[in-house]
Each structure stands twice: as structure tokens, then as C-alpha cells.
């Protein structure tokens, strides 16, 4: 299905049918990405009384109890209850489901060579994206475009469908110049294939977080309403450990962000990248 659309007075066009999946297929008791020492994602039949969920081992039918930690298990989506206190559900605060968004491929640096600020310190041995690097690649697109932003961090190794991030294998993430550059570019959903925008341990502070939320440092609330709940708190989301396949050019897409309608402030998701192209 071919839809049509207009963004500062050039006309595209994107074929719906054409779809290209960047969440990570999540294998319960299997090889899964995984983030922070978390339990992996597991699932086993439910038993209730006499009734077992398992045809295996001779049940009626297949039912199974799923035990996942979204934030660490494969890739997520999460609103900015994720610092704060409130509960703003990620569901109710993606406006559109199918946004423009442009899709991007760096490689992240060694903190020893960083010139940005981040808060807590960044470590010699860390990978960082600065932001000359978002810089260089966005300039070429226009704030309308950006509503959403895709970054693919090189080596684009398929592993990071399995890895497990520690120590050993440090993951990147963005300076607090970036993010605050993202933030003045008006990016409402930002996806990275990485497991956290923030380094992964850095003195519980969330910099990177609460700068696209803007918040405060400690800040655990956002102000009330006077009147729909959700009508003025952040209409942004962070997704995490996505994985984007060679064959997706960087470039200009349209991002269809579908998610679960569970009142949490993490959940698993399926970002799909639409290819778009001019209209003459």
C-alpha cells in the first residue's frame, strides 16, 4: 500500500508493504541480548492444580507464564517514567504511531579521544558518539524529518542480537553535548541499538535521560495537569537494543513504532522502518 505525504513542501511517498523490522527476535530460554546482569527472559508451561499448559507433557494445550525485565531484555521502549515516580504509561504517550524519522550510522569513538561533557565522567576505555558526529549526518535533514532518529553504531556486528553487556563487552553511549543536541533538533523518539542512552554505570544519575526529558538532575516528579493527565507530560520515548540489518540504508524513512498497551513504563516493542522517496 503506497501512502503520500508532504514535509516542508516536498511531496514523498512510502509503499507500506515494504516493511523493514529492527526489533530484535526474542528467543525465551535461548540466546537473547541482555543488559545489566539482568535475569535473561524465560517462559514455562503454567501449571494449575491438575492442569498443565505443556501438549509435551500431555496437556490439553500450550499455555505459558513469560517472566521479562523489557529494560534489559531485547529491545524496548520506555517513557519518561522511567525516572520519575509518576506511572505514564509508553502507550499513551506516542502521539503517532507512524512518524518520519532518518536512520544513521556512526562509530562511536574512545573516551579518551571525547571532547564532550557527560555527567558522571566518561572513562578512557569508553565508546562515545559526540555531537560533531550526530552533527555531520543531520545537518542534511530538516527538523521536520527528525522526528524520530535511528542510530546504527559500527561495527554493525549481528552478535549484538545475543550479547550480553558487562564489563567485557562495554556498551557506547551518547555524550550529554549530543543529547542536548537532539533535544534542540526536536527528536521526539530516539532508537539506538544500544542498551542504554547512559553509560551503564554511571552513579545512578541518567544524565543523557533526563536532558531528552528535560528534567533536572534528582527531579522524580513532573507537574500535575490542570487538565487531561497526559495531555502535558513529555510525548517522547527512548527504544533500546534495536538491530539494524546491512541491508537498511541510512537515509530517510517513516518509523512505525507498535507497542503493547501495558500500563508500565517499560515494554517490548517492534519499530519498522518505511522506505521513502520523492515525489517529482
Known sequence: ?????????????????????IAITLLPN?????????????SEPLIAGDFIGDTKQGGSCNVNRLSIIPHCNGTHTESVSHVIDQLIPVHKVIEKNIFPCVLISIKPICGGENTDLYQPNIDPENKVIQKAQLKSFL???SNQQLE???????PNLTEKKVLS????NYPAFLTNCAMNYLHQRGVKHLLVDFPSVDKM??????SNHRIFWQLAPGQKSLEESESDEYMSLPKKTITEMVYIDEKIQDGFYLCNLQVPEIETDAVPSQPTLYPVSKNN
Open 30 to 42: 535461548g540466546n537473547q541480548p541482555n543488559h545489566f546482569g539482568a535475569p535473561e527472559c524465560n
Open 1 to 21: 500500500m503506497n501512502i503520500q505525504f508532504e514535509i516542508n513542501q516536498q511531496s514523498y511517498q512510502s509503499d507500506l508493504s515494504k516493511g523493514h523490522s
Open 165 to 168: 553487556y558487562d564489563q567485557k
Open 139 to 141: 545537518d542534511n535533514f
Open 201 to 206: 554505570y554511571d552513579e545512578g544519575m541518567l
Open 148 to 154: 524520530g532518529l535511528v542510530i546504527r553504531t559500527l
